[in-house]
């Protein structure tokens, strides 16, 4: 009976497995088909000055599905790095956030800038600057209107071929940062050595203050490194007016997070960046 028992265990371990595969696979389908066939969508979060005006947005990738329904990064981005679907998307992206900047800057007193993130498998695949130059080049856009949000963890790993290629699109004038900072383990060292413009402190320092002690003194130690570096911080996660004002006492100068804005659609964000800086003179009621 044990025995019996067993198999059918083995058999419906099998079974979930190939459920399981061929949910990715179909996933993998659907996202090959969704770069054919226009369904990667960009939304966009603005991102704030500490007076409350816009510098900036930041491009986040959506997948519109066979069936329609929206499907977030964190369930493709994994299969697009794995395998190789993330180059032609990480074009595609480029191309639409340069594109989508550039128009919304027609209409706009205060040109704002535009942040991309880019995998660690765009920047190791050596082509990355080469397809940033012709994007810029196809938008029109200004280099330093482009910002490309990269991962603590590619900075850390195969050093010199990386730091070849971060040095060309620095010298591009393309604004580099780095994202989630604090979540990986980047040296004072390495990030000197990196042609890195500033950090987005992660959310998970933001999310516990200002009650939190040990967030913070990581916060503030955080803080006064980049300033000894030179680096700008952005704050990103920021939900609440107590953590915006205390992030903006601290010295930090720009601010993203739900609290200040959600992401939106192409449509929705170019209206509420347009909107934003007609009645920038109330600018300083910012949303939270
Ligand atoms: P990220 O670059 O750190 O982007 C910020 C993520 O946090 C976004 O999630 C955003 O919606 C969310 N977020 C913003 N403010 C808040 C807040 O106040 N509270 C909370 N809880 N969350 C907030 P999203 O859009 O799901 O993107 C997740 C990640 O997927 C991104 O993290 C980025 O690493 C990756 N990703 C998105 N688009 C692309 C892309 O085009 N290329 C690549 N390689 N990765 C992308
Ligand atoms: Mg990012
Ligand atoms: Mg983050
Ligand atoms: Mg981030």
Known sequence: QAKQAGKNTVRMFHANMSAALQIKVDL????????LNDRIE???????NS??????????ARM??????????????????ETGLIIPMGEQVLRKACRWVQDTNKKLKKPISVSVNVSGIQLLDGQLCATVEKVLKLSGLAPEMLELELTETVLM?????????????????????????????????????????????????????????DSVVLSRTVLAMAKALGLKVVAEGVETSEQRDFL????????????LARPMTADDSRQ???????????AKKILV
């Open 28 to 35: 993998e389908n659907d996202l090959h088909e969704a770069i």
């Open 42 to 48: 960009l939304h966009y979060q603005p991102r704030f």
């Open 51 to 60: 007076d409350g005006s816009i510098c900036s947005v930041e491009a986040l």
């Open 64 to 81: 519109r599905s066979r069936s329609g329904e929206l499907i977030p990064p964190a369930q493709f981005i994994p299969i697009a790095e």
């Open 157 to 213: 790993q195969n050093q010199d071929a990386v730091l070849q290629d971060l040095n060309k699109l620095h010298a591009l004038g393309v604004i580099l940062s780095i994202d989630d900072f604090g979540t990986g383990y980047s040296s004072l060292a390495t990030l000197h050595r990196m042609p890195v413009q500033s950090i987005k402190l992660d959310r998970s320092f933001v999310s516990d203050l200002p009650d939190k002690v």
């Open 248 to 259: 903006i006492d601290a010295g930090v100068p720009e601010l993203q997070g739900f609290g």
């Open 272 to 282: 509420f960046v347009w909107a934003q800086q007609i009645t920038s003179d109330s």
